[in-house]
């Protein structure tokens, strides 16, 4: 069950795949920002997957993030997530993440608790219409 307060806290290493410098050759090769909203992503979404029935799923809907320091490639990066906000389906959290040298990030995440198998119907309806 889904109780303010709940948190998580992940670790990983930044690879290669995660370099800005992936996404576009102009920027250096350090944690891209996109990846570092996706790790905030998927350890909310595991903490929920955590408490919630197995036919729910969750999607998030909103991001409020800084990238306020430069990770390198090679260094771990500590995600933390609280859930801060419960309003029936809809979950926020806040997040921070630090590598071993700063903090990198502050933020609010917002998810929604959904039915898999009528997410699942609803995306079926829409692939129909662009086949249709």
């Given at each position: 069950?889904?109780?303010?307060?709940?948190?998580?806290?992940?670790?990983?290493?930044?690879?290669?795949?995660?370099?800005?410098?992936?996404?576009?050759?102009?920027?250096?090769?350090?944690?891209?920002?996109a990846?570092?909203?996706?790790?905030?992503?998927?350890?909310?979404?595991?903490?929920?997957?955590?408490?919630?029935?197995?036919?729910?799923?969750?999607?998030?809907?909103?991001?409020?993030?800084t990238?306020?320091?430069?990770?390198?490639?090679?260094?771990?990066?500590?995600?933390?997530?609280?859930?801060?906000?419960?309003?029936?389906?809809?979950?926020?959290?806040?997040?921070?993440?630090?590598?071993?040298?700063?903090?990198?990030?502050?933020?609010?995440?917002?998810?929604?608790?959904?039915?898999?198998?009528?997410?699942?119907?609803?995306?079926?309806?829409?692939?129909?219409?662009?086949?249709?």
């Amino acid at each position: 069950m889904l109780t303010v307060g709940l948190e998580k806290i992940a670790t990983r290493v930044v690879t290669d795949d995660d370099s800005a410098s992936r996404v576009s050759p102009l920027v250096p090769p350090v944690f891209a920002s996109a990846r570092m909203i996706a790790f905030a992503e998927v350890t909310c979404a595991e903490l929920m997957a955590e408490h919630i029935d197995p036919a729910q799923t969750s999607v998030g809907t909103g991001f409020q993030f800084t990238h306020e320091a430069a990770t390198p490639i090679g260094m771990k990066v500590t995600m933390r997530v609280r859930l801060v906000e419960l309003d029936k389906r809809k979950c926020v959290f806040e997040i921070e993440a630090s590598d071993q040298v700063d903090r990198i990030s502050v933020g609010r995440h917002e998810r929604f608790v959904v039915d898999r198998a009528k997410f699942d119907a609803r995306l079926a309806e829409k692939r129909a219409k662009l086949e249709g």
